[in-house]
């Protein structure tokens, strides 16, 4: 790949950082698949690429059996670094533009009844080697599905953010982006258990010279906080305990588990667009045919004009 193509990638990248708060997870995904299209059509660079070079990577992608949706990612990522490109006036077209994606194929989320929901919440505080961990894993899946939270979002909550007792917390999403979460009683009893716990080790820590630790779930890797591999670990183990398929349940199955039954319970979408932090209400709606089973049932059962009416007399 030549150093032009790579300049452009960077450039592209710093940008996005920079002008839209693009998150770290978003920005390695943009670096993979612009880097993938780069090596393919090398020795060619970005700067020379026309439409025909798009079109034949994206056939080699579906030939090498890459998903819909996976294909249709890759071209957006092409197609925002080339609208970047002739905006900064590195080209005066754009090779993608005109390029009809294979488009994204939205599947229904996955789902845990809440009876499947209360038997993980339960296995949480018994799963764990030592007390603390126990009390850690409790916290965990109680903040999940109180709260809604991407794992990312969970496993590197300050500590700071749970003083106080607070009723709800601040978090700070994608792109920056801060919202409010709510926190359920049993989540609030757990947090201030764990509290004096973490309070303790700190105070340990600083006896022993070692620096302070701001994350509610520290860890001992390089960020300093559990890591998301570490909790994915720990969730299908816990799934498996309770008798669960661990194939069907992870962190993210948790929050929509926590979307789809507030929605059962009656919760307005725009209040659960903000819960999740979702940008748009699109992303939200998905949730709406996930209980189409409970809405009908609704309707068949309490609807004045649903039932057969009796014969008078």
């Known amino acids: 790949m030549s150093n032009d193509s790579?300049?452009?990638i960077s450039t592209f990248l710093q940008a996005q950082a920079a002008e839209h708060n693009a998150a770290q997870n978003t920005l390695l995904a943009y670096g993979r698949d612009l880097l993938a299209f780069a090596d393919f059509i090398s020795p060619r660079t970005l700067s020379g690429a026309n439409k025909s070079d798009v079109e034949a990577y994206l056939l080699q992608c579906a030939g090498e059996g890459l998903s819909q949706s996976t294909r249709a990612r890759r071209l957006s990522a092409i197609r925002q670094l080339y609208r970047f490109a002739f905006e900064e006036g590195w080209r005066s077209d754009n090779p993608a533009l005109q390029i009809t994606g294979p488009g994204a194929t939205r599947h229904l989320p996955k789902n845990l009844s809440q009876e499947d929901v209360l038997r993980l919440l339960q296995t949480a505080h018994t799963t764990g080697r030592t007390p603390r961990d126990r009390q850690r894993n409790g916290l965990l899946m109680e903040l999940l599905y109180a709260t809604g939270l991407r794992v990312s979002e969970l496993v590197t909550l300050p500590t700071a953010a749970l003083r106080g007792a607070p009723q709800?917390?601040?978090v700070k999403g994608k792109g920056n982006k801060d919202r409010m979460a709510p926190l359920s009683d049993p989540a609030r009893i757990a947090i201030t258990a764990w509290l004096k716990l973490r309070d303790a080790e700190e105070d340990q820590a600083r006896l022993a010279g070692k620096p302070a630790n701001r994350y509610l779930f520290p860890g001992n890797g390089a960020d300093g906080h559990l890591t998301r591999q570490q909790f994915f670990g720990l969730i299908k183990t816990m799934a498996l305990t309770a008798g669960l398929d661990p194939a069907h349940v992870s962190p993210h199955v948790l929050r929509h588990a926590f979307a789809t039954h507030l929605l059962a319970g009656g919760a307005d979408l725009r209040v659960i667009q903000m819960l999740l932090g979702h940008a748009d209400l699109s992303s939200t709606e998905?949730?709406?045919?996930?209980?189409?089973?409970?809405?009908k049932d609704l309707v068949?059962?309490?609807h004045p004009l649903a039932h057969t009416p009796k014969t008078r007399g």
């Open 6 to 8: 790579r300049r452009w």
């Open 286 to 295: 998905i949730y709406t045919h996930v209980i189409e089973d409970h809405l």
């Open 168 to 170: 709800m917390i601040l």
């Open 300 to 302: 068949l059962n309490h």
